[in-house]
């Protein structure tokens, strides 16, 4: 691209995002997540797992934190000191936000993280040199790195179980960042099928893997522009704003339960949580 | 390589595309490559087939009893992903961990690959013979079979096989169900398994039933509790109240988590009979007497849980009707645990919820291939007859008895009593190691078979259950073929006419078409709806409900203390591992327990305050000791445990069976008293007490918690709000 | 003095062409043909003979060899090329159902070896040729989708873009480079996106695109 | 007509200036005093006005150099940002102009140092041949002066460095 | 106080004095080279073995991404600092007593540098791709992310090596020419002949040489400041608690000078022994440097109370609970030893009777020089270990002994550069000695001359 073209589009070139961009046109992916509805089963996790090739690290690595789930359930107890949580624990599925506005992107030395014009946030495994600089700069720490060569390690795929790897999906080697990716390999067959029928792709014609599995139903996924899918919907009705940092509706509609997690940060989050209801009279 | 009953599945073959060996490269060699990697097409084409777009197969999970359907995505031939199908009324499309794990049962590097015969392979009609020659040698008598729950046509055959032997013994075990529980709703409602409707219930107050964790059906328990939850729904958001002594899956998510003193459940049931008849509920006369003394203050002297908390209870299950009062694991694991059924079976009755949320299963029309739920009791039942030395021969299917019994019924030395044990298995388990002869079948995505669920939350279903792609390995067999061939050793006229048991099965089912309604279509069009479906539907009347519970001769032993041993062992089932026959997938071991978050490994739950009394942190190596037995394992402090109670998962500790299985954690099966129902004579799981000691070892605890051991410090990261402060008519 | 002027003057030249053609440099690569290595197949097919033109009259340019093709269009065979990212080896059935017919060639060396590994029902275990790394998802429906069903182009151009002339091949031989950039080159165009509407977009430059 | 050269040692810089200025004053024939050369084993400015304004051009090379560092930085970096990959990062602008200046920066002294370095070489006429009269001596402690003139003048020339107690005066034909 | 340099050396005796260093150390010399050299060797093993192996074996996790490689690179980038302090700003501002110390000064400027470099290397995951980071016209089409701090690192520490090496050089030139005069033949007068470029030391060579010396100067320290400032960028420009700190810059040159004047003591008193350069590192400049030196631990001093206040009073709840976390949690020991060392040692240094004591100032330099050090790790590493997200906070991850192994290999690498460079080049620069020596007597002649006037 040259100097000439650079000046030509200079406008282009200067915008920022979310806050006073151009928005996103065909897609925009994004999630909301119930979390009165997720009980915490662990299903979607072990689902990213088969979906998305990820290592078995073991429990010696597993001790040492270098753990691979994507997808990790969260376990809370509430803070007050009961002696007993007797309303339960509270359960929360973390993965990666995918940010309008990502921290770890503008950190990377090569650029092997951008934000993509269907809103997500991409890692381009073969492009990385695992300078590990996103994950520093990650706020929820959901970006996993390969500590260690893992397809040659016996436990996390010995010969027979190298069959079950998804083609669709890489497979890393040592040195590389990993991270949720909305099962984007699922993202773009449905999103080629539907360009071939010149359309766009419909709600609920793809789910991530995770969202699948879910047995409550707690995960839904879909295009943020298509006002027909649900989780337009959910956000429209939880007027949760995706290029706000603080939502105007937390200062007077508090009988809503969408939020997003960290939001003052201005990483702009596209997964937007709703807040457990518990019953207050028993 | 391929079985003869494959060929006509040619799709099925693996073909070398985008081949794992070749995807491992991962971020390899980064440019363009030239003929180095070989392309493998098909000798011929398939409709189906076409590289670089996975296929879609339907089948049964075989990972637990629930039978849920599933949906295997296959691509060149190899079974990448199962997805849930939508067209089953148990998972509706949905699945569980446990499930998505299917896919390692298959290609699980630990598999057998031969029959093995006094540990040296053998060839498989050598095997077949050995059996042959055994089973003429012996009287129907002498030979017995244990086998897990069952159903379908493999049940058909096997007990063809039985009587082809004339034998009576069959043994239907399984070391984690809820017996106690079936034979209460028999006598409570005349049905084993009745439908329960949580997602018509405006209350559940469940009593130790993990329905979202490990409890009957979870998955579709689970899709139920969402519907459950929802505040637009018409009967409003439901209430759950979980009472049991250690917190589960279901009751970390419960608006309000009761400890209660173990054993005690039935006392409280009648308690809140009690209150709710001072509230002014209308209680039969009979019933009314019966717990006249149980007034609250006695019943939260013995159960620990406050008098306030019990009129609340009554209140709430007096406002939200119909409600759904739910007897499970942590209720029936008792002396008395039939007596703590039915007492909860009487409070449903009380409640009127009998016919509301509780509801008639509907009938199978052939009660042969209906399913056949196992039980504890069938294993002393049969480690009695083994240790008279009745029983020559053993056949062994679906259950790994040598791990899962207590130590204290001495089943592995009466095991060896028998003289032939043939054993039918997909890894070398504890069990097999003790076989004379060893069977290696199929896994479920290479074998057929029919299955009927137990527990059927609409109509009834016939599940099957078929190959997603080419066996992995030559030695393997199914059930079913293996049944056929031993069947054609007795009953050569009559089965000789199926040369595998795929004919067999079709034939079965095509016959009975008409019953399962595809009357109208020809047997090929209807076969192959059925192998595209997955499963049958099977048309038939709904069964009736009797409401019978009654209060009499319902009698509460007090709890006797034993002090040598003051803490009451709680086995837990966890989602996870429930029994460990899938003790040996990674995904698994790996996947976090969702309460403790720890992974690789057994751990002992004990509350803060008990623990703090012995002095015990986290991490301490701790030995846990019963009368009959003892472990060792890291101790995790655990809020959500009654302080006189310790809890340990079931399913670790295996001596054999896998690379990943082996030697992660710790048995405590074995630890467990003798002691049963008084009623059924099931194995009460939860009547072990033990006591704890420190070893002097501490270790970090492996966990996916961190320090802030499940605080948000101050931040809003899982947020909560109390039900009254939010609008959720409105909600998408 | 002035001689140093000079090199001032010629310094500054030198640094402005720099700049500007750094800041311009895209891959040194064009579509400049860059040959992969010869590849060894199990049976050595010939592609001029099925995908060749029919007689050297009919050749446009007398460039092409085309002593007797067959002129069958790449997608006869490669059948997944339209409908899957992976164009696909033509099952040997295929093969055999054409050649049962012709028995001209039936005693050919190179038709004796199909018709033995038909016989021994084993698939003849080709190498690819065109192999891009593990990462890269290069997706042949959407190509032929845009390219020869939406936009109409001849379908030898089309595939003939990425794969060179397999008319003039025998066994089919890397003749593009295949790089990155390379591809970038020919995304960044703007092309129609159909025969009609005079709309034009150029390819997608996101890296998930073709990454995964 | 033949050149001759002639290299006068001296023992301090005060011999040596005098030296020089009288070379300067007497106008000799055959003898050009740009010819001149003071060699010396430390800078020392103070012979600046007895040798007269000889020019220094340095600081030139250094204000090119540096400016087309910048520039080069700048635009080889927003052109490469703006090419057909660019691809949005945290929501910044796709050419952000705080990073690129810094990179403009850096490349603005870089372009200055190496340019300026360029430009000693080029007017200090590094590297160079060792010139015909050269006397390690000058390195260590005295300070010679190499004057280029036609054998005529070379007397008068010896003549006037030997007045000013010259330690060692070396001559030699040159071509 | 004593004169910085006696005003009678002869211009000769300095030549032979320094050219004997190039021929004669003594034997710790070879003392010094040998453990540089094993160090150097398990630094170079430990490398092999995480290559091969991959980053696991440094025992670094999620969400500890960052260890010992990161905090030494920023501590050899510091130690680079005073190099050019030494040699630009005192040259600008005419302190001549720099003369006989700048070079080596310079010299480890340059060797912290490439060190500093290594360190980059060994960090990366992936290693054998650290080309994908260069920004050069390549066949994928794809430039690296130039809004990357860490490309800017990348940039600006070209930039500083590249004119540090430079500026060593033509500050040479003089000293090569005198080398390649006065030393007897052989392969290393061959390669002064050629280094030295035909110096003769014409007028026109000084006039120029002047002028080019002082520009490249005043390139060198706004150079040197924005090489700090970037490196501290990395961390400012980051959004995580603890690191993103408005006064990281200031804060990260000072830190630099601070460290760079520590080393600069320790090599110039090993310098001093073992060339045997008593006559010229003399004690009345060794006073001035540790004098320098104890300024700027009062700077470093402040602005670390600044920093801290300002994270204080700031509403920012996360970099408070850091701040805690140093102070009270597992890392506590160390940021207690790096305020000790940082802080309070230096004290010492205000004590007349030190600042001339060898032992105790070789002491007090390797003290401080270990602060600095502990410094640049207690920024990086409290932060991971205490985010913004309560659920992956791990207290306890500690670097493993392959870490350990490559921080203790730097030294040896940097050892070895250094002690090679003295042996081979004139670790002091005789032609400006010659001036500094030139310029005192004619100064305290005049002196003396207006004194006989009266």
Known sequence: MSVSNLLENWSKVRHTHPVGDVPHEEYKWAMAIDLDACTGCNACSVACYAENNIAVVGKEKYAHGQAMHWMRIERYWDEDEREFPDQGAQFLPMMCQQCEAAPCETVCPVGATNHTADGLNSQVYNRCVGSRYCSANCPFKVRYFNWWDYPDQENAWPDEMKQQLNPDVTVRTKGVMEKCTFCVQRLTAAKNMARNEGRLVKDGEVQTACQQACPTNAISFGNLVDAESRVHKQWKQQQVELAEDAQAKDEYFTDLRGYRILEDLRAYPSVMYLERVRESAI | MIENNFNRRDFLKVLGWGGAAVTLSGCGFTSVQDGTETVVSYVEPTEYALPGIGVYFNSTCAQCDAGCSITGRVREGRALKLEGNAASSINRGKMCGLGQAGVQAHYNPDRLREPMFKGQPVAW???????????????????????????????????????????????????????????????????????????????????????????????????????????????????????????????ANADRWIPLRPGTDGVLALGIIHALAKNGLSVPADVAAAVKDYAPERVSQET??????????????????PSLVLAGDAAEGYQHGSQN?????????????????????????????????????????????????????????????????????????????????????????????????????????????????????????????????????????????????????????????????????????????????????????????????????????????????????????????????????????????????????PWLQESPDPLTTIVWDSWVEIHPKTAAKLGIVEGDIVEVASKSGSIKAQAYLFPGIHPDAVSVPLGYGHEAMGRYAKGVGANAFAMLDAVSDQETGELAMNETRVKIGKTGQRIIVIKEEGVAGGKQAGKKIAARLASDKVDLSKEV | MQSFFRSIILLAGLFFYASSHAADALPPLTTADNLGPKVEQPIEFPHNRHAGLRDPADAGDPSVPAKGGMEINCMYCHTGARRSAVAAIPPLQKCIGCHQTINSVRETPRIQKLFEYWEAKKAIPWKKVHDLPDFVRFNHERHIQRFIFAQGKPVQEACGYCHGDVRAMTVARRSKPLSMGWCATCHQKDHPVDAVSGKTSHGPNDCWQCHK | MSQHHILALYNNFEEAETAIAELRAADIKGFNFDDLTLKSPIEHHEVEEVLGNRPANVQWFTLGGALMGGLLGFFLISGAQANFYSQLKGGKPIVPLPPNFVLTYEMFILGGVFITVLGFLVCAGLPAKRSPLYSAKVSEDQVGILVKADAAAAPTLKGIFAKHQAIEIQEEAGK | MGKDIREDISWAKINEDVLRSLESPRRLYWVILLVAMLAFSVGIGCEVYQYNVGMGVANLDNPHVWGLYIATFIFWIGMSHSGTLLSAILHLMHADWRKPIYRFAEAMTTFSLMTAGLFVMVHLGRLWQFYYSLPYPNERALWPNFQSPLLWDAMAIFTYLSSSVIFLFIGMIPDLAICRDHLHPGWRKKLYTLLALGWEGTDRQWRNFRITYLTVACFLIPLAVSVHSIVASDFAMSQQPGWHVTSFPPYFVAGALYSGCAAIVTLFIILRYVFKFEEYMTLPILKKTVRLTFAIAMVWTYLNAVEFAAVWYSHDQAAKDVLIQKATGPYAPFWWMMIFCGSVVPLTLAFKRFQTNIPVLFAVSLLLNLGMWLERWMIVAPTFSHGYYPWTWDHNQWPSLIQWGMVFGSFGWFALLFMVFCKVFPSVSMYEVKEMVYHRRLASESQAAAKGAH
């Open chain 2, 125 to 251: 009609d050598k095997a077949l013979g050995l059996i042959d020659e055994k089973v003429k040698t012996l009287k129907g008598d002498d030979v017995a079979f244990l086998t897990g729950g069952m159903s379908g046509h493999v049940k058909v055959l096997f007990k063809n096989y039985m009587d082809a032997l004339g034998s009576k013994n069959h043994y239907v075990y399984e070391a984690v169900s809820p017996s106690v529980v079936r034979a209460a709703n028999k006598k409570a409602y005349g049905v084993e398994a009745p439908r329960l409707r949580l997602d018509k219930a405006k209350a559940v107050v469940s009593f130790g039933a993990d329905f979202l964790g490990a409890w009957v059906s979870p998955v579709h328990f689970s899709q139920q509790y969402a519907q459950f939850r929802k505040g637009n729904r018409p009967e409003g958001r439901g209430v759950l109240v979980q009472i049991e002594p250690k917190m589960t899956l279901t009751g």
């Open chain 2, 341 to 585: 059924a039915a007492a909860i079976a009487l409070l449903n009755r009380v409640l009127g919820n009998v016919g509301k949320t509780i509801e008639a299963p509907a009938n199978v029309p052939f009660p042969q291939i209906a399913a056949q739920g196992g039980n504890r009791a069938a294993l002393q039942a049969l480690n009695g007859k083994l240790a008279s030395g009745k029983v020559q021969m053993l056949f062994v299917h679906g259950a790994n008895p040598v791990y899962t019994a207590p130590l204290s019924l001495k089943f592995k030395e009466n095991l060896n009593k028998a003289t032939f044990k043939v054993v039918f298995a997909h890894y070398m388990d504890e069990t097999a190691l003790q076989a004379d002869l060893v069977l290696p079948l199929d896994s479920a995505l290479e074998d057929w078979a029919t299955a009927v669920p137990e527990y059927l939350p609409e109509g009834a279903q016939l599940n099957v259950q078929q190959p997603l792609m080419e066996k992995l390995h030559a030695g393997t067999r199914g059930t079913g073929d293996i049944l056929l061939a031993l069947l054609k050793q007795r009953r050569a006229n009559e089965y000789g006419k199926f040369d595998d048991f795929y004919a067999y099965l079709r034939n079965a089912v095509v016959s009975i078409k008409g019953a399962l309604g595809g009357g109208g279509k020809d047997e090929d069009t209807f076969w192959a709806e059925t192998l595209s479906e997955g499963l049958v539907k099977l048309p038939g009347s709904g069964g009736n409900l009797s409401s019978k519970a009654s209060a009499a001769g319902l009698h509460f032993p007090a709890v006797v203390e034993d002090a040598a041993y003051p803490l009451r062992l709680i086995p837990s089932v966890t989602a996870n591992m429930r029994d460990g026959r899938n003790a040996n997938q």
């Open chain 2, 304 to 321: 620990g849980v406050s008098v306030e908390q019990i009129g609340k209870l009554a209140a709430l299950l007096k406002t939200h009707t």
